[in-house]
């Protein structure tokens, strides 16, 4: 039973352009979203959250936005740059799950130069 | 050190071996969680301790898998009889202490084990 889902494995743009990736969850109880960043024999690394009781947060270039009534929240990369040019992965947790995070399968995003 | 550090950073053994990974957290992060990833997959959540408690083991995929936290710092993720499926890259994250339940996590950059 798959939670968290990223159903686009890979996504391709050009440097300067927006980068949108797409996650969607089927656990309503989860309150709490993540998106990390991996890049290739590291491990992943915290980018930007957003709480339940908010639609959208922002920091820098990165903002996350939470649609709660569609179960599904955005990341929009804007420029988007070659160096954020990895594997996206959007997480989820629940207050009562002790932060146990739920990751989605992640997104390969590729920027062009 | 600064973050999480896991060693070793790959491990090859043949199938029914059994292997040990270790994870030594931040210093003071109180809870520690073990994830693994698989070829083409997502991270999927195996154990998570916090402070004293417990540990919740829920999603460890069989009796085969272990995980240790001696005086509440360094893991021990061990995996007996491995089997080639056990084959993933592990991933240990920390996190700081009780107050911050909602501080993201630190990962390491994980033990690649490939059983043959």
Not at chain 2, 32 to 49: A, K, M, N, P, V
């Amino acid at each position: 039973d798959q939670q968290v889902k990223q159903n686009s494995p890979s996504l391709s743009v050009q440097e300067g352009r927006i980068s949108i990736l797409n996650c969607d969850y089927t656990n309503s109880m989860f309150d709490y979203f993540l998106w990390y960043k991996k890049y290739p024999a590291e491990g992943p690394t915290f980018l930007i959250s957003i709480s339940s009781i908010k639609d959208k947060n922002e920091d820098g270039r990165f903002t996350v936005f939470l649609n709660k009534s569609a179960k599904h929240l955005s990341l929009h990369i804007v420029p988007s740059q070659p160096g954020d040019s990895a594997v996206y992965f959007c997480a989820a947790s629940e207050e009562t799950s002790g932060s146990r995070l739920t990751f989605g399968e992640g997104t390969q995003l590729t920027v062009n130069p | 050190g600064a973050g999480v550090s896991q060693s070793p950073s790959n491990k090859v053994t043949e199938k029914g071996k059994d292997v040990e990974l270790r994870c030594d957290p931040i210093s003071g992060h109180t809870a520690l969680y073990w994830y693994r990833q698989s070829l083409g997959q997502g991270l999927e959540f195996l154990i998570y301790f916090q402070g004293n408690s417990a540990p919740d083991k829920s999603g460890l995929p069989s009796d085969r898998f272990s995980a240790e936290r001696t005086g509440g710092s360094v893991s021990t993720l061990t995996i007996q009889r491995t089997q080639q499926e056990d084959s993933a890259v592990y991933l240990c994250a920390s996190r700081g202490g009780l107050g911050k339940v909602r501080a993201p996590l630190h990962f390491g950059n994980g033990t690649r084990l490939t059983v043959t």
